[in-house]
């Protein structure tokens, strides 16, 4: 089954993913993977820092041929501002020139400076910055190309910025991706993008800083991927754990989420009815799981970005030295992230579904599992 492995700093020289599991025969390319890290940048409201990054990747192995042949994927992605960092963040023994003591508020400096024994909040935060999530990137798009071969898609959309929430109550397909991320902020249709667009320049002329909430969609899961009879087995708790490990994400709901809390039983569950084309559901409101399992309704997950905690008016602080009063240190940031949170976000549920899809399927190729699922799926539709 899939699992993977990153290493590396926001600084550093670069990173490095390590993907396992993966069946033989996924099409994986390096300029499909940049292409993806791409989309990791897009956005209105990202810093300067995305206009300066240039992906520079390198597929080191599992990989023949366009094709993984089973064994560990391993790609790296250099960082090409490394000759401005080398003597800050070299490896070798020294000191850095100027240490960090005045961690940041809302970020992990103050915590990892105490938990690791250290003054320099860059010892914390080179790791704990969001740029971790471009080697994250390289583990979902892999496990985004194996879901398609079974023909499953995961898309993601904005559905608010700030106190700007989108009108539409249809769901984008599959079909719609390209649309969305050609939106500035990724929004489903036009309706919305101007506000949300003005909510951002907003924050950036009160120099602070904007967060919202994304919609991730999976689309051709059958039911029964996931499970109902271990704690860490349901599907649900998986994706509720995968999303909020992204940096800034403070909340996740499956389905109506929140709402349902405030609805009676009547109007909060989704009646099952049965036709010539099998088992169906005239509602959504669970977001295609039930019991840990899905049901074979479209995936529906959110998940809550806080503001960015880095702002132009830093934040009061103390000086670990000192333990005198100070205002938080600086570095670059963005106004709002939240585009680019979709699509890290895609990329981890597509990780655990991929995984789920395997637990289910099992098979040491993309042949083998697509041929078990198609015995799968006639199995559902004979029930």
């Known amino acids: 089954m899939i699992r993977f492995l990153t290493a590396g700093e926001s600084h550093g020289p670069g990173l490095v993913t390590i993907v396992e599991g993966l069946p033989a025969g996924v099409p994986v390319t390096a300029s499909g993977i940049g292409d993806e890290l791409a989309r990791r940048r897009l956005g209105f409201g990202r810093g300067r820092r995305m206009r300066l990054e240039r992906d ?74 969001a740029r971790e999530t471009a080697a994250r990137t390289v583990a979902g798009h892999v496990s985004k190309l194996l879901l398609n071969q079974l023909g499953v898609y995961v898309i993601s959309h904005v559905v608010a910025i700030g106190e700007v929430t989108a009108t539409r109550d249809d769901l984008p397909g599959p079909g719609d991706l390209a649309a969305i991320d050609d939106s500035p902020v990724r929004a489903f249709g036009a309706e919305d993008e101007a506000a949300m667009v003005a909510a951002i320049e907003s924050a950036q002329q009160a120099r602070d800083t904007l967060g919202g909430v994304v919609e991730v969609l999976a689309y051709g899961l059958p039911p029964g991927v996931g499970s109902h009879v271990h704690w860490d087995r349901k599907l649900d708790g998986r994706l509720a754990h995968a999303l909020m490990s992204i940096q800034a994400i403070k909340g996740v709901e499956i389905g109506d989420g929140f709402d349902v809390a405030r609805r009676p039983g009547s109007g909060a569950h989704d009646e099952i009815y049965h036709d010539p084309g099998g088992f169906t559901r005239a509602t959504n409101r669970a977001g295609g799981t039930e019991g840990g399992m899905t049901n074979g309704a479209v995936l529906r997950v959110r998940a809550a970005m806080k503001p960015i905690s880095t702002v132009m008016r830093p934040l009061d602080t103390v000086d670990v030295e000192t333990k005198e009063p100070e205002k938080a240190f600086r570095e670059r940031s963005d106004v709002c992230a939240v585009p680019a949170a979709g699509v890290v976000a895609e990329q981890m549920v597509a990780i655990v579904l991929a995984q789920e899809m395997q637990r289910l399927l099992g098979g040491d190729t993309v042949g083998d599992m697509v041929q078990r699922l198609g015995a799968y799926r006639q199995r559902i539709s004979d029930f």
């Open 56 to 129: 520079e990747l390198e597929i080191l192995g599992g990989v023949r041929f366009g094709k993984t042949l089973g064994s560990p994927l391993a790609v790296v992605i250099r960082n090409t501002e490394w000759p401005k960092w080398a003597e800050e963040m070299s490896p070798e023994p020294g000191e850095a020139k100027r240490a960090l003591t005045t961690p940041r508020p809302g970020h992990a400096d103050l915590a990892g400076m105490q938990k690791y024994d250290t003054h320099d909040a860059r010892d914390i935060l080179e790791r704990a910055s």
